[in-house]
């Protein structure tokens, strides 16, 4: 009886912006639970999408080697062999991409009836490692998380904006639950019980305490992940990221490069050699990956994008143009094509979210903070439901027992 009139009391004195920030913290995140454990545990799942390729797509690694890498041309010329072999003519190169020392180089290929060969060489032999027209089973299992994680295996249309407002509520139920977790008198208990798990109480309190103290130590990992990819869901928030990180507008309307000389013949006779030593020279070697996009119209230019550290983080890139005839380098003609080292603070974090989002920023640690960002954000539905379950029936159960 004391203790029902003692709850009774304090009920009676939570103030109606406490009262309210409880209703919208529980029934939120009664609401949008299912989700956001889907997108978490398969954010979680795709943090580790390069570790899990290292061991299986053995292709992708040579054994380093003290020589110069095979030029362009000399590589092209070793597929082109291959094919020959192979009955295969009319090919077409679209790319190609250059990995630091430890890594093949990968050729795509257009061939007849629109089906595309990812070609695998190694290069300081040209020996053709693979030649791969399909996914290999790792990459379709990592298109699937990805598919429940950015659209929860919805067309896109449709899952984006599910999954995109899923992550605002779940924005909402953090800072509710803070506001929640907050204690009414910092007494030596109240700061215990807020900030230790009891590790040895029973299940129901062990499920509190994992839901309240873990929750609020991971809340600021777990809300950089969940602001971060809500960019990819809503044009608006992203522009609005921007125009507050930058005090500009963001346009991201596709602009191609034009070469300056579009007719006659080209001066070199193999044009990709060229580009490819002239980033080489440019960059004295210090690079993770240098991708050559081959032109594909009468007027367009060579686009080259040269990744720096271990190749895989996409904010540190130094993106060139080259003519297609005289190969002379041509000026950047969109925002994020602008090098990485003349953006102001604000275009750099902007540039960092998709590496900050998936873990891979700083490398090892960050992924494996993210990854248990990802699976206490996952579990914190669960936890939540749990313990609404049992404050809503648990007691009526034991009332009934007694």
Not at 204 to 218: A, C, E, P, Q, T
Not at 230 to 245: D, M, N, P, R
Request: hydrophobic share 45%; aromatic share 16%; charged share 20%.
């Amino acid at each position: 009886m004391l203790t029902a009139i003692k709850r009774r009391n304090l009920k009676a004195k939570k103030s109606n912006f406490r009262k309210v920030s409880e209703w919208l913290h529980l029934w939120l995140g009664l609401t949008s639970g299912i989700i956001v454990f889907i997108v978490c545990f398969t954010g979680g799942l795709w943090v580790w999408r390069y570790e899990v390729w290292r061991y299986t797509e053995k292709h992708w690694f040579v054994e380093v080697q003290h020589k110069p890498y095979l030029p362009p041309s000399k590589l092209v010329a070793r597929s082109r062999v291959y094919f020959k072999t192979h009955h295969i003519a009319n090919d077409t190169l679209t790319s190609l991409k250059y990995w630091k020392p430890g890594r093949s180089v990968t050729l795509t290929f257009t061939l007849p009836g629109q089906q595309q060969a990812e070609m695998f060489l190694n290069p300081y032999t040209g020996a053709v490692l693979k030649d791969q027209r399909e996914q290999s089973a790792a990459d379709e299992f990592f298109l699937f998380v990805r598919a429940g994680h950015r659209f929860l295996w919805l067309p896109k249309k449709i899952g984006s904006p599910v999954v995109g407002s899923a992550c605002i509520i779940f924005v909402i139920t953090m800072i509710t639950g803070l506001i929640w977790w907050y204690p009414t008198k910092w007494t030596k208990k109240a700061v215990k019980d807020s900030f230790t798990v009891k590790w040895r109480a029973k299940w129901k309190r062990l499920n509190i305490d994992i839901h309240n103290v873990i929750g609020l130590y991971s809340v600021l990992f777990v809300l950089a992940l969940t602001l971060s990819g809500i960019f990819f869901s809503f044009e608006w928030f992203k522009k609005g990221a921007y125009q507050v990180l930058t005090w500009k507008t963001l346009s991201e309307k596709r602009i191609d490069a034009v070469s300056d000389t579009t007719v006659g013949q080209a001066r070199f006779a193999h044009q990709e050699d060229v580009v490819w030593h002239k980033l080489i020279r440019k960059y004295d070697g210090s690079f993770g990956s240098i991708a050559i996009n081959i032109p594909v119209k009468a007027s367009s230019a060579y686009e080259t994008t040269v990744y720096f550290g271990d190749g895989t983080l996409l904010y540190n890139r130094a993106v060139n143009f080259f003519d297609r005839k005289t190969l002379q380098v041509l000026p950047p003609v969109m925002q994020h094509d602008q090098p990485y080292e003349k953006l102001s603070a604000g275009e750099k974090l902007f540039r960092m979210n998709f590496d900050i989002h998936t873990g891979q920023i700083l490398g090892l640690p960050t992924k494996i903070l993210a990854f248990f960002a990802c699976m206490i954000g996952a579990s914190m539905p669960i936890t939540g439901f749990i313990i609404w379950y049992n404050r809503k029936w648990g007691r009526s159960r034991k009332i009934k027992k007694s």
